[in-house]
T-cell receptor, first 113, second 115 residues
Framework: DAKTTQPTSMDCAEGRAANLPCNHS???????VYWYRQIHSQGPQYIIH???NNETNEMASLIITEDRKSSTLILPHATLRDTAVYYC??????????????FGPGTSLSVIP | AAGVIQSPRHLIKEKRETATLKCYPIPRHDTVYWYQQGPGQDPQFLIS???????DKGSIPDRFSAQQFSDYHSELNMSSLELGDSALYFC??????????????FGPGTRLTVL
């Protein structure tokens, strides 16, 4: 699986959009970008994933650049409960990816009142 | 929606004792993964099972063993516990071969403290 690079930490004002970047310059053409988050001492929570098109669900939006070398997770209206470590993970194609999730350092997001 | 269930949520043991952690996957999920998260660390993969067979193995100590049962629940058995085994243990599950997704869903974890 390709390696990812994320900022160590970020702050975001409550109610504002949180934009979390991720670089994955060695991503292969058929690898997916996944985002998980972990609120302190809780189990990691799946947020969203995508291949090359932008994706949106009830939690967040995922914007993937055209060359797929980077992506941004957007939390449109951050709340205090969004304070967590966010992990950007690149994974092999679906049919072969019943594999462990490899968690990197992630970004520690602090939402500030 | 049903989630992954882990029990117990908290466990305190003495050194050299044994512990058994249990994981009940989401209904219809047939693949289970175990992860260990030490203090201040990211979760690390231990072992996984599909259809009661071990499918992958990470940095799991020889003192640990695990299995998956016919109802797909899994148990992680830990013997000769050491202080360094104190950690959060997460279980995750997925429905293998379900068309369109292989997203792993994580349980709330078991916090093991070894004294």
């Amino acid at each position: 699986d390709a390696k990812t690079t994320q900022p160590t930490s970020m702050d975001c004002a409550e109610g504002r959009a949180a934009n979390l970047p991720c670089n994955h310059s060695t991503i292969s053409g058929n690898e997916y970008v996944y985002w998980y988050r972990q609120i302190h001492s809780q189990g990691p929570q799946y947020i969203i994933h995508g291949l090359k098109n932008n994706e949106t669900n009830e939690m967040a939006s995922l914007i993937i650049t055209e060359d797929r070398k980077s992506s941004t997770l957007i939390l449109p209206h951050a709340t205090l409960r969004d304070t967590a470590v966010y992990y950007c993970i690149v994974r092999a194609p679906m049919k072969t990816s019943y594999d462990k999730v490899i968690f990197g350092p992630g970004t520690s997001l602090s939402v500030i009142p | 929606a049903a989630g992954v269930i882990q029990s117990p949520r908290h466990l305190i043991k003495e050194k050299r004792e044994t512990a058994t952690l249990k994981c009940y996957p989401i209904p219809r999920h047939d693949t289970v993964y175990w992860y260990q998260q030490g203090p201040g660390q990211d979760p690390q993969f231990l072992i996984s099972f599909y259809e009661k067979m071990q499918s992958d193995k990470g940095s799991i100590p020889d003192r640990f063993s695990a299995q998956q049962f016919s109802d797909y629940h899994s148990e992680l058995n830990m013997s000769s516990l050491e202080l360094g085994d104190s950690a959060l243990y997460f279980c995750a599950s997925v429905e293998r071969y379900r068309r369109g997704t292989d997203t792993q869903y994580f349980g709330p974890g078991t916090r093991l403290t070894v004294l």
